[in-house]
């Protein structure tokens, strides 16, 4: 594998390239690296290779020629090399892109510095666009490093043993388990049992268990992608009932169309879609608050004919799912409810199509779904009524519209977007 | 603002630290970075710094003493000291966490190198766990120079020219413009009129709407928390009028419960929150497919009484999104009257909670979006047949269980979830 580096500070790459196994492999020439001052292809006697922008502003560009009379050179030495330049604007660099740029024999990294480079360079002669992540350095020399270092890694003989890099974090698909050494007890923390017992399934076993759960914890995408078996599902699930999510549908205290506190009607398809994502998402309940007790009778009948009448036998899934809702007549009842089963009370979590006050964004209500019971609160008719918003805990941010501020969804759907938004991540349970 | 890096490899730094604004801001001391060698904190006279992992297994484990021993010296010389610990299990690095890490006045980075450092002193002793990309290099020797460079560049003085910083990617919340300079015509590629124009508001509003458009295309999300103004959003109403995306719903040809082909029955909910979905989400249509013609004609009265009766008037949000609805007899037709709208036929996408077939990524689709017309097929009753499956150019991934298979939701649920899924990364019309 050859690198070519172009860059106007060649002298920045003397100490890395030296350092460790890619010093090494560079040494044993399975790879080669041959740093391009970009100085060298500038046409004037003062070397410039950059100068202002068209259209003005603070920064300087990097000139057009001398980077194509680079890419021509290079070019001319290897004919097949990929051409990367290395911008915040690239796509995200990954272990699947190192993978993809290993394939080639030869590749050049354009170092951008300053505002950048000039478009049509960009547009025309460069072949992938790369960016390390979203953050801004000072120019790609450091981000050029880190991918060679990272594609370096994967060219056979470079990490002497195939094994350190197959259990390593992303060639596995998961986030690596915690590692230990000697001594056996340090400042009084101890090295768990099972690695000194000698028994390799148990220690093997451990540090599966232990790459679940860090990748469940930290990165549950990985999750989605990686490959799972039938024990690896049953830790995970295990894992996965800590988070107590229940699903409220409030028929009151809500609002009617002038903004009236009312008791809406309860409709027979919410009871059916909303147990059903509930079941689907693995809720621990779907609780309709519903003070007129003729409406709850109702309810009920509908409930008991899916759970022991002849709908039970017709469609086995849909007991199931039937089997999450309970009626309760206040809102208080139903936070009670919660509260015995899972032994504290659950964060009231509002929502509403409007941002009338500060939410927290779903990102931030993952974070919270490891830490306490959740009751995620639909309202029925025009929507929830202030005095329960002051009741809750958060306002969780609103589904936007995507056009425009039109976000008239029912509540079927925006309860079914919202699960999906918190839950969905954690959803990886393929048949 | 001081950093320490703890290495095995103190050798590694001695070129990248002297090059460029880091370099300058060292010497005028800006910054300051002290390197210690980690073997230097061992207690034996072969400088020992790694073991064997307890539990066997491939590659070595930084001992915990040494590691324990330079974190207290730098503690000694800088009590406040943040100690970051650089691995693929940390949490990702982006400018948020940079701007967080720069308030620190001292910073000690551990470079890891083999399989880690020892878990206690992971567990105990680091403050912020931090890894730079979903990727793997050969140590956070590289690793800590990103975090470094990204870190310095914020501290005041360090760049000179603070617009540079401004109108840089993630600090505006927006990827970069592209850049030209001189000449103003290369190899025949000109630079765009607007920026030779002199016209100061109108290079303002050009790179205003080329960084607007080069975010959308590539990195969505980043737009969910920018700032953006109606001016830009209209802009990017215009490029999102792009995506026409079509929602169907099948009554024919479709399963029953024993898998015979059936026709089934219209639900009128379904027009009201597939419709009210298909407005919130910006789709081009929601075509219903319903060969019986007295249920179709149903389904266009209960339209009529929303589109030109009482609920017009009663309800005009309502009546917005009803207008989306079309009934047609046959799938054919309904693929017609896209192909008529558009000026192309739809590629038609399949859905079902069954992964019986090779199924796309919702990542995938989403690059589909912005070549061709989308039609997204659910099925009603036990689902799609296979016939219509035969007939579709793709099959889209099910909606997965949390929990376990099972995956049983409404029609409206699933619909809602898809359509969030693919087009929700484009929904930040914050009212």
């Given at each position: ?14 100490s ?91 590749i ?6 300053y ?12 072949d ?24 370096s ?34 400042l ?31 990165r ?32 009151y ?78 809102l ?6 919660v ?24 990102e ?17 008719a ?49 048949k």
């Amino acid at each position: 594998m050859k690198f070519y580096i172009l860059t106007i500070f060649p002298e920045y790459f003397s100490s890395p390239l030296k350092v460790g196994l890619l010093g090494k492999a560079i040494e044993r020439g399975l790879i080669e690296v041959e740093v391009l001052n970009l100085r060298d292809f500038a046409q004037d006697k003062h070397r410039t290779v950059d100068d202002e922008p068209f259209g003005g502003g603070e920064g300087m560009v990097f000139k057009p020629e001398p980077l194509y009379q680079a890419i021509q050179k290079v070019k001319e030495m290897d004919p097949e090399t990929h051409v990367v330049y290395l911008s915040p604007q690239g796509k995200l660099f990954n272990q699947k892109v190192a993978e993809s740029l290993a394939k080639h024999k030869s590749i050049l990294f354009i170092c951008g510095r300053y505002e950048g480079i000039d478009e049509r360079i960009r547009a025309h002669f460069v072949d992938e666009e790369v960016s390390i992540g979203d953050y801004v350095v000072f120019g790609g020399e450091v981000a050029s490093l880190v991918v060679i270092e990272a594609i370096s890694r994967l060219i056979p003989g470079v990490v002497g043993r195939k094994d350190s890099i197959d259990k390593e974090s992303f060639t596995s698909g998961l986030l690596k388990y915690p590692c230990y050494t000697r001594p056996r007890e340090f400042l009084g923390y101890k090295v768990p049992e099972v690695l000194v017992s000698g028994d390799h399934a148990e220690v093997e076993r451990f540090r599966r268990l232990s790459s679940l759960k860090i990748t469940l914890e930290r990165r549950p995408e990985l999750l989605h992608t990686a490959n799972l078996s039938q024990e690896d599902y049953a830790f995970l699930k295990s894992l996965l009932e800590k988070q107590r999510v229940y699903l409220f549908l409030l028929h009151y205290p809500v609002k009617n169309k002038e903004g009236e506190t009312i008791a809406s009607a309860i409709t027979s398809l919410d009871l059916h879609d909303l147990s059903r994502l509930g079941r689907t998402y693995g809720l621990k309940g779907v609780f309709v608050i519903q003070p007129l007790s003729d409406q709850r009778e109702i309810a009920e009948r509908i409930c008991r004919h899916w759970t022991e009448g002849f709908g039970a036998k017709y469609n086995p899934t849909r007991k199931e799912a039937i089997k999450l809702v309970k009626l309760f007549e206040t809102l208080d009842s139903a936070i009670a409810e919660v509260e015995r089963e899972c032994g504290e009370k659950p964060l009231l979590i509002a929502t509403d199509a409007s941002p009338k006050r500060s939410y927290i964004t779903v990102e931030r209500l993952r974070e919270l779904l490891w830490e306490k019971p959740i009751a995620l609160i639909l309202g029925t008719a025009w929507g929830l009524c202030d005095e329960v918003f002051e009741q809750c805990d958060y306002f969780l941010e609103p589904i936007w519209g995507r056009l425009d501020a039109y976000n008239h969804l029912s509540v079927r759907s925006a309860g079914s977007i919202l699960i999906d938004r918190i839950l969905g991540l954690y959803s990886f349970w393929k048949k």
